[in-house]
């Protein structure tokens, strides 16, 4: 069975500092991993995806995310934080057949002044 | 940008009373979803919806729940019986087909309490 598991339920960064999500996938076939970003009273918005196809991603607003097979991980980075990326962020993988999107426990990003 | 919205933003019930909580998707998508996000825990999948049909649902979709496409635009999940544990964050997402290239849509959520 597929999952992720979000290593940090909170990080705190300055602005203009970099920022590093970390993710941990696991799963029996090649997965799909995204990022979803969601900010207060939105919804779930994508940042980026990995479908098999170049294992460093690059989403909107600055993000990337590197796929490491080896590591099992998917971290997401940004070089430099914005007030703006004050969010709640998901790591999410997806079942084989393409449909049900599966969470991690998502982690909260506070970006200081 | 077209969004996926929903209606009410938040919801009070009694136990044991019927709720149903509305999405309205993005109007040339035809795959819809609900899931859940339980305070403190993990978004879960609730169940997905094709051509007027449950295509996968959850342990947790159990007989008290149902999805229904009324009208051709909206769509909705209802709760039969509410528990306290039915409490939580319902998200709808829409997708114009199935698979990883098709990105889900997410609406902003119904925040349901269950007094």
């Known amino acids: 069975a597929q999952s992720v598991t979000q290593l940090d339920s909170h990080v705190s960064v300055s602005e203009g500092t970099p920022v590093l999500l970390r993710c941990n996938y696991s799963s029996s076939y090649s997965p799909s991993l995204f990022w979803y970003v969601q900010h207060p009273n939105k919804g779930l918005q994508l940042l980026l995806k990995y479908t098999s196809a170049a294992t460093l991603v690059k989403g909107i607003n600055g993000f990337e995310a590197e796929f490491k097979k080896s590591e099992t991980s998917f971290h997401l980075t940004k070089p430099s934080a914005h007030m703006s990326d004050a969010a709640e962020y998901f790591c999410v993988v997806s079942s084989r057949q393409g449909g049900k999107l599966i969470f991690g426990q998502g982690t909260e990003l506070s970006v200081k002044p | 940008e077209p969004e996926v919205t929903q209606t009410p933003s938040h919801q009070v019930t009694q136990m044991g009373q019927e709720v149903i909580l509305r999405c309205v998707p993005i109007s040339n998508h035809l795959y819809f979803y609900w899931y859940r996000q339980i305070l403190g825990q993990k978004v879960e999948f609730l169940v997905s919806?094709?051509?007027?049909?449950?295509?996968?649902k959850s342990e947790i979709f159990d007989d008290q729940f149902s999805v229904e496409r009324p009208d051709g635009s909206n769509f909705t999940l209802k709760i039969r019986s509410t528990k306290l544990e039915d409490s939580a964050m319902y998200f709808c997402?829409?997708?114009?087909?199935?698979?990883?290239?098709?990105?889900?849509?997410f609406g902003p959520g119904t925040r349901l309490t269950v007094t």
């Open positions: 997402a829409s997708s114009y087909r199935q698979g990883d290239e098709y990105e889900q849509y």
């Open positions: 919806f094709y051509n007027n049909e449950i295509s996968e």
